[in-house]
């Protein structure tokens, strides 16, 4: 519900502009990792590319654009961000698409397991979000649009449905770049839609008071957005490297 005396979130295009760049590298990692999963010969193996591919697309295609967005929010007022519940949104992204890629990468393909697994995986990343939002730290709280809430989490769903499909379905670095350019649109989309939801009201409490103890700073995105793009890129290479070693083996 609007508000009228609500504060104003005015975004940062610089840091909105990075947090899709950052979503498309975290889904492009993901899609390359996640080819291992099907492949995958051991239990161990298996759980070693769910991991990875999971961590990839949880930590960097969704959670780390999540947080560059979220510090893409400009407003009247100083906001932090709680460590604990910050840390647990990323984990909550993290398990979630693992779970995702899990349920659908082993076995038989079938459009109810890929349903399944696409459902978890958004509830998980609407999860990620809205403890991401219960993170700040601020004088003022917090209301939503219950409307608006429920169409980011369908927006969720339905992104991470199309996402476990690309993940099975797609072979070739044109796709793949092609799929995670979508991705990084449907990861934002839902972001900016559970941000429209939300209002921020004053609350008069004492700012010193409202922010202790909570990360921020104004070089926090860049800084986010440098090491994880570096996490993804090192990644990358190292699977790439692996899948060549392999083929090379067979040859």
Known sequence: MPHDHAVQCLHDPFLMVLSYLVSVLGAFTALQLAIAIPAARTS????????????AMGGGAIWAMHFIAMLACQMSIPVTYDITLTVLSALIAIASCALGLGIAGIGIFSWSKLVAAGSFMGLGVAG???TGMAAMRMPAVTHYDSGIVAVSVAIAIVASIVALWLA????????????ALVMGVAVCGMHYTGMYAASFMPNGEDVLQATAGGIGGEHLGVGIFGVTTLLLAATLVMAMLRRHRRAAVTI
Do not use: C, E, K
């Open 128 to 130: 990620m979000h809205y």
């Open 168 to 179: 099975f379905n797609l072979r070739g670095w044109a796709q793949m770049l092609g799929s």
């Open 44 to 55: 161990a193996q298996r759980l070693q590319a769910v991991t990875m591919a999971g961590t």
